[in-house]
Structures are given as C-alpha cells and as structure tokens.
C-alpha cells in the first residue's frame, strides 16, 4: 500500500524526522530555508500532508485552487499564520500542538521579565565589550519584582504556568484578563473585567493570548499609555499582539520602563530601533526552544497525521 506523502517545511529534531520518515513517504528540507509563498502553494499540490512551521505564511491566496494535500499539521501550538476558514472551505484539516510547549514558553516568559527587571542583558554586554570596571554601588541598579503585581493577558496554559512561577518564585500578586471566565488559574489571582484595568493596575505585564484576528495590536499606543511609568512588559505569545511603532514612541518617552520580546510583529525582522534601545531585552523565538520540547512537538504532529491517514480523529484538530 502506498505511504502518504508529507513535506516538511522545515529541518526538525532528528529524531521526529525519523519516525515520520518510518511510516509515512516524506520529504525533509534539508537546508533548512524557509518556503517561498510559489514553493507552499507547489507542496499543497505534491503532498498528502503538508507539515509548515510558523514561519510558513498560509493565507487564502496559498490554500485556495486546486490541492492535493488533505491536512496541514502545524508544528507549533499558534495558528494564527494559517487561514483557517480558507483551510476549511478547501476541505484541510488542520492541527496543533498544545500542551507539550507550555513550560518552556512560560520559562522563556519568566527570563525575560527577570532580564529587563534586573539588567542582567545589559550587564554581559558590558562584560563582553570589555568595558565593567569594577563593583559600583550605582551600577546597573534594576527592579525587584518581588512582591509586585504581575498582570496577565490570557490565562490559558501558558499564562496560568506563568503566573504559578512569578507567585511562588516571586510573591507576585496576580491579575489577569481573559476573553472567557477563568474559575481556576491555578495559584490566587483577579480576573479582571478588561484589558485595560491589567495594564493599570501592573507593575510587570505578560502576554499569553493568541495572534491574529482581535489581538492584532492589542497593545496599542492607547493602551500603553495606561501602564506604569515603571513597568515593563513581556510578550513571550505572537507579535503581532504588540504595535511596535507605538512600543517604540513609549519606550523613547518613559512612558514605560522596558520590554522583553521573544517575538516580533514581522519576524524575522526586528524593529531597528527596537534593537538600539539599552531598556530593551530581545530573543530570537526562544519560547519552545529546549530539546525536549521541539522533540515532543514533533512527536505531536506525527501522532496527530498518523491518526488522520488511519482515519482517527487526530487529537488536536483545530479545524
């Protein structure tokens, strides 16, 4: 009988890239470069099952026309690089991985508020330019976040495992927005009725909510005139949630204190004079970034294609 056949979008964890290559036919990219938008298009055509990354840009103008391809098993728990209701009009099925990457988004989440808090990124800079000179009183003086308020948007996996490690690591006081009622965010927290009420009331702010859609500059330059002069805010989530010529103006005027980003609002281009500010802690995607992780991510997909080609309701279908 004949095997599927996937394409993989991008280089995976060598060993998922050898379970999918043990059940199913698969094409692996071995160079590792991201699919033109002609290439995604071409893939949907050749393949039974087209596994992209978040980089891969599938809008309707890629996922409409004539297709091959019976499912899109996305390498990420975001999905809000895919046209959904273009996949379903054109008969996909798409799934994600949640669960798998949850600590260590919330980790990556929780290092860049403890980076920009205490300086930290600022520091090895000045280590590595050979320019520290010595233990000063005054030196490179940060924030404790000890004992302050954290507030969340989007208490979903990742903001509860978020928010359980700034309040038991932390003593954070916790409040948090959610787009639905949250009857358990797992440590002592306030939902709060709006957005707005979390960027007032914090002294640290974390995203965790979803790309696209609604949230597409959910942080805008209103909003970010609502937080503290003295907060700093964290998105670990999509970047598109952030409108970064607006982060910028607030950044340059004090209207807040800094950010750590770990995602861009068009990646892989980071805003310049977001990387030229000093108040300002940026990582490359880092959020899943373990070994384990990226392992088990891909696990996921071939648990979630393998269902589908036996003609199972893969676990995590989104659409």
Same mark, same amino acid.
């Given at each position: 009988?004949?095997?599927?056949r996937l394409i993989v979008t991008r280089r995976w964890p060598e060993e998922v890239e050898a379970a999918l290559s043990e059940r199913f036919d698969v094409v692996l990219n071995t160079e590792d470069v991201a699919f033109t938008p002609d290439?995604?298009?071409?893939? #949907?055509?050749?393949? @039974?099952?087209?596994?992209?990354?978040?980089?891969?840009? #599938?809008? &309707?103008? /890629?996922?409409?026309?004539?297709?091959? &391809?019976? /499912?899109?098993?996305?390498?990420?728990v975001g999905f809000n690089h895919i046209d959904v209701e273009a996949a379903k009009a054109a008969g996909l099925v798409v799934t994600?991985?949640?669960?798998?990457?949850?600590? $260590?988004?919330? @980790?990556? &989440?929780?290092?860049?508020?403890? %980076?920009? =808090?205490? +300086?930290?990124?600022?520091?090895?800079?000045? #280590?590595? =330019?050979?320019?520290?000179?010595?233990?000063?009183?005054?030196?490179?003086m940060g924030v404790s976040p000890q004992g302050k308020t954290l507030g969340i948007i989007g208490m979903g996996r990742i903001g509860k495992a978020m928010a359980k490690r700034c309040f038991h690591a932390l003593d954070m006081k916790v409040v948090f927005y959610d787009a639905f009622p949250v009857a358990d965010a797992g440590v002592p927290a306030t939902q709060l009725a709006t957005v707005e009420e979390v960027l007032a009331a914090s002294d640290f702010v974390s995203l965790h909510c979803p790309g696209g859609? $609604?949230? /597409?500059?959910? /942080?805008?330059?209103? +909003?970010?005139?609502?937080?503290?002069?003295? $907060?700093? #805010?964290? %998105?670990? =989530? +999509?970047?598109?949630?952030? @409108?970064?010529? &607006?982060?910028?103006? $607030?950044?340059?005027a004090g209207t807040i204190a800094g950010a750590g980003l770990d995602v861009f609002e068009r990646e892989p281009k980071v805003t310049e004079a977001l990387a030229a500010m000093p108040n300002v802690c940026l990582l490359p995607h880092l959020g899943s970034a373990t070994r384990e992780t990226r392992v088990a991510m891909g696990m996921r997909v071939? *648990?979630?294609?393998?269902?589908?080609? *036996?003609?199972?309701?893969p676990r995590d279908r989104v659409a």
């Open positions: 009988m004949t095997k599927p290439q995604l298009k071409s893939a #949907l055509a050749e393949c @039974d099952g087209l596994l992209p990354t978040v980089t891969d840009k #599938l809008g &309707a103008d /890629i996922l409409t026309g004539g297709h091959r &391809a019976k /499912i899109i098993g996305n390498y990420g994600n991985t949640p669960d798998v990457l949850t600590d $260590a988004t919330a @980790d990556i &989440a929780l290092t860049l508020l403890l %980076n920009v =808090a205490r +300086r930290t990124y600022e520091g090895e800079q000045m #280590l590595r =330019a050979g320019e520290w000179t010595g233990w000063r009183p005054t030196q490179l859609g $609604a949230n /597409i500059h959910l /942080i805008n330059a209103e +909003r970010l005139k609502l937080m503290k002069p003295s $907060a700093i #805010l964290v %998105n670990s =989530a +999509r970047g598109d949630i952030i @409108d970064e010529a &607006a982060l910028v103006e $607030a950044l340059a071939v *648990e979630n294609v393998t269902a589908f080609f *036996e003609g199972r309701e």
